[in-house]
């Protein structure tokens, strides 16, 4: 089984900033783009950031020049370092890893369950 996991969300001011970090752990035999999505109140999933094992990412509009993913060396963990947040970043990220499970399994997308942010203003 694969999990993906997020972690990091909180309460925080409008201006303030937090690091949200996902980690992808279980019976992984190649992992390749990972991304972070959000859904705010009333409103669909939209991505906020994803990043390719060469480190290229693509960020969503309303965030960029403002949030930044990373990934470590290990490749299985991604951050999302957010800095001057607003109320409208209020909502639950999600955390998407694609993962071949085994040599002989397809690639798949796994989610996380999400970890909330709230933006007061």
């Known amino acids: 089984q694969v999990h993906v996991v997020e972690s990091g969300g909180g309460l925080v001011q409008a201006g303030g900033s937090l690091r949200l970090s996902c980690e992808a752990s279980?019976?992984?035999?190649?992992?390749?783009?990972m991304g972070w999505f959000r859904q705010g109140p009333g409103k669909e999933r939209e991505l906020v950031a994803s990043i390719n094992k060469s480190g290229e990412t693509n960020y969503g509009d309303v965030v960029k020049g403002r949030f930044a993913i990373s990934r470590d060396s290990l490749q299985n963990i991604v951050h999302l370092d957010m800095q001057n947040l607003s109320p409208e970043d209020t909502g639950l990220y999600y955390c998407?890893?694609?993962?071949?499970?085994?040599?002989?399994?397809?690639?798949?997308?796994?989610w996380g369950h999400g970890t909330q942010v709230n933006v007061s203003s």
């Open positions: 998407k890893a694609a993962v071949k499970p085994g040599i002989y399994r397809d690639w798949q997308d796994y």
């Open positions: 279980g019976t992984i035999y190649r992992i390749s783009g």
